[in-house]
């Protein structure tokens, strides 16, 4: 494989005409690109992403698309899957496959904020506490380690009852427990980063520390910080269902993922179909975002490689 | 080992401190626990109320509720609960055994279960066995753990239907109308915990797994290892004095860092089989906006927490000679 070469120097050519073919052409690569074409050889994280992406585009467009609307009643109560209700009704007539797509929606929305924004603050959070170290590192640690000591599902749940029901709220009382996770991840990272003599180097031309976080530290730290990111995605699913199922997550009228398995839970033996589509849903998205995981670690930092599978 | 253990738990007190008055802020501040009467129809006289209020220390300002609080726990009062005949202190220590039970039994399954299958998927690494076992693993990361219940508790359902006779309890802790004598009883207990323990127990094994096959497999890449299968020690020996006990310790710390997140995955496995036990405890405490009923609650569980990181960093000096707490 050819190693990235150093960019060449301007072309005298011109930088419209095209660079000669030769034997022995040297085609300039971007980290991108090398990301991509590591990724693109994890096949199973490819058949993932392909996985995931048709599940967005069937919750978003195939549930603008679709003849029923979630939460319509249709006339046919408590019918099995057929091509009509191709995930059946429930005992009031909503059609099933219609909800199962709202509470994908809505699900993976939850999912994605809490994602973006326990990511972001807790990365910034974790290479501020790492980058500074001493009492900074100590007082914004002991802060995160306060929020790691409780059972999330108990606090969430407590937010939730009294904030909840809005999705994104939801998503908040989640990302503001779950950032203290991330920022250890990030803290380690920069603790590592800190010695490299390259930030010694911005130091040395006069670098503001603002500077040296968010250009040196942060991109460098950006492989780690974005695996964790995908795998955060999986786990808000899972946890937002959990909350939705015990009641204290997304309320009807509004649907998510675990509310149509915990409405479903009493019609198991007479309804079943009820039960399974929406836990389906959830396992097949949590399934692939981890396999997604598992690909972008192996494309971002392949030295990894060698000890996992 | 012993000034260790004291200076950590010494140093874990300002932070149960400083959280349980943060947990006390969110919860007193999240509902107003007096709610149920205000809305009860016909009203209540406006001396209840009076009363209530009184009982529930809602007159005094915040931080002396929380004073009070915190001077109670040392004469073992937890505080008013909305429900004036809960004696907190009690029925969380019948809750605390019932759930303990079961996540102690689940741990112990679910870290048997990670250390057999991560050390046979490290030694057939790349084999059908791995790629099975692999595959499990994703399967019961990405399956939510209620809905897992269900289909366990529906199984159990289904097989008493087909036998004919109740074989596997699918409600409760225990039965209703416990059976005479000991051991029937604990015959009882146990048949009532088969599915949670089960369902509690798949779910946390599968990230356990993946941990001790990675750590084996770096431990089997290692010179030690070799060097004592240069010695010409048997493949057994070696697997399980050299490589196994060093892989270990890198599963201690994930075990008790995992510990808050089995007790929320306990939390929903019993709110399935329908135990009245912590989780029970909790999730109604905070549908009633009962303050002091959730802050014993978080401190219970808070202080396990930090006790079992403490024995896992304790157990990590007896697995590595090489760590002395000094």
Known sequence: MPESPARPSAPAAGPTAPAPEREFTVAERSQFHLVRHRFLQHRLAVVSLGVLVALVLLAYVGGALWKYEPGQFTPDNSQPPSWDHPFGTDAVGKDQFAQVLRGTQISLQIAVLVALFSTLVGTIWGAVAGYFGRGVDTVMMRVSDLILTLPLLAVAAMLAHHFGGSWWLISLVIAGLYWAYVSRVSRGVVLSLREKEFIEAAKALGASNTRIILRHLVPNALGSIIVNATILVAIAILLETALSYLGFGVRPPDTSLGLLVSEAQTALTTRPWLFYFPGLFIILIALTINFIGDGLRDALDPRQTKVRA | ?326
Do not use: C
């Open chain 2, 1 to 326: 080992m012993l000034a260790f253990a004291i200076r950590r738990i010494a140093a874990s007190i300002p932070i149960l401190l400083i959280s349980s008055f943060v947990v006390f802020l969110l919860a007193s501040l999240s509902g107003n626990p007096l709610d149920e009467l205000l809305f009860r129809n016909p009203p209540p006289p406006p001396e209840v109320i009076a009363l209530e209020t009184e009982r529930l220390r809602l007159d005094e300002p915040l931080l002396e509720r929380y004073w009070l609080w915190l001077t109670g726990l040392f004469t073992g009062d937890f505080g008013p609960s909305v429900h004036s005949t809960l004696d907190i202190g009690a029925e969380l220590t019948r809750r605390f055994i019932v759930t303990m039970r079961l996540i102690a039994l689940a741990m112990l399954v679910a870290v048997v279960l990670a250390v057999v299958v991560g050390v046979v998927s490290a030694v057939k690494q790349y084999s059908k066995t791995d790629y099975t076992a692999t595959f499990l693993g994703f399967l019961f990361l990405a399956m939510p753990s209620f809905w897992l219940a269900i289909l366990l508790k529906q199984a159990g359902i289904d097989f008493n239907d087909a036998v004919g006779q109740q074989v596997i309890y699918t409600i409760g802790a225990s039965s209703v109308i416990e059976p005479d004598g000991f051991w029937a009883k604990v015959a009882d207990t146990a048949g009532h915990m088969v599915l949670p323990t089960i369902s509690l127990a798949l779910i946390s094994y599968a990230a356990w797994s993946r941990y001790q096959r990675a750590s084996m497999l770096e431990v089997m890449d290692s010179d030690y290892v070799r060097l004592a299968r240069a010695k010409g020690l048997s493949n057994r020996r070696v697997m399980v004095r050299h490589a196994l006990r060093n892989a270990l310790i890198p599963l201690t710390t994930v075990t008790a860092l995992d510990l808050a997140a089995i007790i929320s995955g306990a939390v929903v496995t019993e709110t399935v089989f329908q135990w009245r036990g912590m989780g029970d405890l909790l999730l109604t405490a905070i549908r009633d906006n009962d303050t002091y009923v959730v802050m014993a609650w978080l401190l219970v569980t808070a202080t396990v927490v930090i006790l079992f990181n403490l024995i896992a960093d304790l157990l990590y000096a007896v697995l590595d000679p090489r760590i002395r707490y000094a």
